[in-house]
C-alpha cells in the first residue's frame, strides 16, 4: 500500500469535543480532568475507544479485563488517548434462546457507541463466536479506523490422556453416554476437563472460523488469531494493536479501504480451507452487505469447489488449535494457499496480506496440509437448492458421512424443538437410520434467532443399535463444532411459509450433494394445496428487543442483518451543541 498522508490534529473527529472553543468543549475537557487526566494526556492526541465485551457471564471473555489494560499500555506509547467502553456480551453458552438473536443488538450498539463518543478509531474485544461479526458489523458500518482484538482459543481439554475438543466431544461422548457405553462419572469427569482455560473453543467452530476470517480481512494483526488465549504472546498482541491503532488513525486507514469483492472472496476461501463454520455464511454476508458489497451463496459454492481443505482440525479432522499455532498458525495457513488467495488486498498494517504472509513456515504439515495433499479435495461447506430449499440450505460435507451426502429416505417430521424432545426416544417412533430428522420453525423469525439445534440428536434406539450419523435438515443454524449430515439454514424458513413448513411426516426428501439438490419428493399440486391451507405461527412478541427483531430480521441467505441495517443510508455525526 501506498504511504497514506499523516493527518494533523485538528483534522481528528475528537477535535470537535475537545479542540475548540465554545462552551460545551469546556464540559468535555473539564470532565476528562475530573476523571483525573492531564489535559497533556487528551490534548491533540487521537481517542482510540476500546470497545469491551468482557462479562462474568462470559468464559470466552474473562481475560479481556486485563487485554483492555494491555491494549491501553500500547496507546499510551503511542500517544494515544485509550478510552475503554463497555458493550454487550454474547456468551455462547448462557444467553437463551441464543446469541444469535442479539448479534445485530451489538452491531447496532457498536456503531452507535462510535459515532456517539469522541472515538477517531476503536480497538474491538471480542472472541464468541457472534460478537466478531456483530462489533465488525458495527464497525463496517461507522467506518472508523479499526483493529480487532481476539480472545483466543482455550487451551486443549483433556480426559484420561485423551485430548478433548470444544463442543465436538460434548456431542460425541453425550451419543456414549446415552447409549450406554460410558457412565454418569465418565461425563462428570469430562465435564471437569474439557474446558482449561479462558478463551474462545479451541476447536475450528464459529469463533476460530470468524477470528481467521477477520485476519484475513485485515483486522488483525499478523498472526494474532490464532494464539491461544493463555500464551504469552496474547497480550503482547493486545499491546501491538493498541500501538497500531494510533498510527492507523494519523493515517485515516478505515474499514471501506480494507474491504472489497477480494478481500471477501479471500474470508470464504479461508472458510472453506478450514472446513470451517457454516455460521460463517451468514456472517460473511451481513459483513459484506454492511460494506456495500454483494456477496451471495452463490460465491461460497463456486469457491468450494476450487478451495480443498488444507486444516486437520476438528470437527473435520484430528487436531485442535493449539496445535495450529504450533504448526505455524495462521500467517503458514493463509500462505500454504497460495495463489487461491488474492494477496494484494490490504491490511491493518498498511502492508499487503502477500507482504504479511509470504514465506511464512509450516512446521507441522500434518496440521496444516498442502493443497496438493489436502484433507479434503473440495471446501467444507456446500448450497444445497430446489424445492425444499428455493433460496439456498448449507451442508458442512467435511464433516458429513461421505455415503449419506447422495440419498432418499422417509421424513420423520418435528414441528418445533419441544416436539423433537417429546417423541425422539418414544420407543415406538417409525424411525430406523435411514429416515432423515426434520426440524421447523426453527429459523430466524421462527427460533427465535435461528438457534443451534440443526445437529439434532439421534433417536435413542439407533443409538444403542451403533448408529452416529443419519441426515437432519432445519431452518435451524448448529454450532461449528458440530459433525453429521447436516443440512442448515435452510430459506425461506417455515415459520413464514418457506417449503420446510409443507413437510409431512412420510414424505420422501432427496439429498444429493454433489449435484447440490435439496428436493421434497410431492408434486407441485399437493405442494399448492398444502401451501393454501397454511396458516402462519401466531407471532411470538408484542413488545420489546423480540417484536424489533421479528419486525425487521431477513433470511439466512441475506445474512440475518436487520433490513434497516443492511443498507446504505443516512447515520449522520451528532450536532455538538
Known sequence: MADRPRRRPEELRSHRWYGVDTLRAFGHRSRTLQIGYDRRDFAGKPVIAIVNTWSDINPCHAHFRTRAEEVKRGIWQAGGFPVEIPALTLSENFQKPTTMMYRNLLAMETEEILRSYPADGCVLLGGCDKTVPALLMGAISMNLPTIFMPAGPMLRGNWRGQQLGSGSDVWKYHSELRAGNITQEDWHEIEEGIARSFGTCMTFGTASTMATIAEVLGFILPGGATIPSADSNHPRLASNSGRRIVEMVWEDLKPSDLLSRKSFENAITVMMAGGGSTNAVVHIVAMARRAGIDIGLDDFDRLSKTTP???????????????????????????????????????????????????????????????????????????????LAPDGAVIKTSAATPSLLKHTGRAIVFDDYNELERRLDDPDLDVDETCILVLRNSGPQGGPGMPEWGMMPLPKKLLQKGVRDMIRISDARMSGTSYGTVVLHVAPESYVGGPLALVREGDMITLDVPDRVLKLEVDEAELARRRAAWKRPERRFERGYGELFSQHVQQADLGCDFDFLAKPGRNPEPEIH
Do not use: Q
Open 309 to 387: 481443505v488444507t486444516l486437520n482440525l476438528r470437527p473435520s479432522g484430528k487436531y485442535l488449535m493449539e496445535d495450529l499455532f504450533y504448526a505455524g498458525g495462521s500467517r503458514a495457513f493463509f500462505d500454504a494457499l497460495g495463489d487461491l488467495l488474492h494477496r494484494d488486498t490490504p491490511t491493518c498494517t498498511g502492508r499487503t496480506l502477500g507482504e504479511e504472509i509470504a514465506g511464512a513456515p509450516i512446521h507441522l504439515p500434518d496440521v496444516i496440509m498442502t493443497r496438493e495433499k489436502p484433507l479434503e479435495a473440495e471446501g467444507g461447506v456446500a448450497i444445497l437448492r430446489g424445492n
